[in-house]
């Protein structure tokens, strides 16, 4: 079946630690993307691929780091100077131009960060 | 920069009852896609319907139809003959026409379905 994991549903870690988030798709996608939600915040947007070996930053990047070496593969690092990290977090992911004009995004079940 | 903004942090329907969620957008461009998430307590992000902002049509998908008024730049969701399982946080979602752009995402609307 064609789709978006993330792995782990729920993680702990013990603040200063820097921990990465999974996210892999095999839907052959061009783009993804790392959103953080909050409660009474909707989702914002950490980062951004639109390409392989190619990234921007989003709204709150400060703090997350990313990389996407592979197509399938857009790992997310919280990294210890993130001030708040405990969060849900989405990855997401559309297709490319030529698939036609909506470039609709599918998201992944989620990661639940909780830093202690 | 774009926002989107719901001004319903929480609605109520009754079972089989009609009820209509609002959004609203600001953007200074004129080529976009407006999109309803519903987020069940899952959490799964679910694409309810679209629109193009090309697009006089309203779009429909079964129960879910959308008022879209592009000049007042609103963009609102029925949700027809509500059911339980209808039950969700809603997002509202602007994204840019050109290319694989991000999503802005208003705050939610969280609906309660009454039995």
């Known amino acids: 079946d064609g789709g978006i994991t993330q792995s782990p549903k729920y993680l702990f870690r013990k603040e200063g630690q820097n921990v990465t988030l999974s996210c892999e798709q095999n839907l052959n996608h061009d783009a993804m993307y790392w959103y953080r939600q909050d409660p009474g915040q909707g989702l914002r947007l950490i980062y951004y691929?639109?390409?392989?070996?190619?990234?921007q930053k989003g709204d709150i990047a400060e703090g997350y780091s990313v990389s996407r070496e592979k197509k399938e593969s857009f790992p997310l690092t919280v990294t210890s100077a993130q001030k708040n990290p405990t969060a849900f977090y989405l990855c997401a992911s559309s297709i490319g131009p030529r698939a036609g004009r909506s470039y609709e995004q599918y998201f992944g079940p989620g990661t639940r960060l909780t830093v202690t | 920069a774009q926002t989107v903004t719901q001004s319903q942090p929480e609605m109520s329907v009754q079972e089989a009852e009609t009820v209509t969620l609002s959004c609203t957008y600001d953007?200074?461009?004129?080529?976009?896609?407006l999109f309803w998430y519903k987020q069940p307590p899952s959490r799964q992000m679910i694409l309810v319907i679209r629109q193009e902002a090309y697009k006089q049509q309203n779009a429909t998908e079964n129960r879910f139809s959308v008022n879209f008024q592009k000049a007042a730049k609103s963009f609102s969701l029925k949700i027809s003959d509500s059911q339980l399982g209808d039950a969700a946080m809603y997002f509202c979602?602007?994204?840019?026409?050109?290319?694989?752009?991000?999503?802005?995402f208003g705050k939610g609307t969280r609906l309660s379905v009454i039995a």
């Open positions: 691929s639109q390409i392989v070996n190619d990234f």
């Open positions: 953007t200074s461009e004129s080529d976009y896609y």
């Open positions: 979602a602007y994204r840019r026409g050109s290319g694989n752009t991000p999503l802005v």
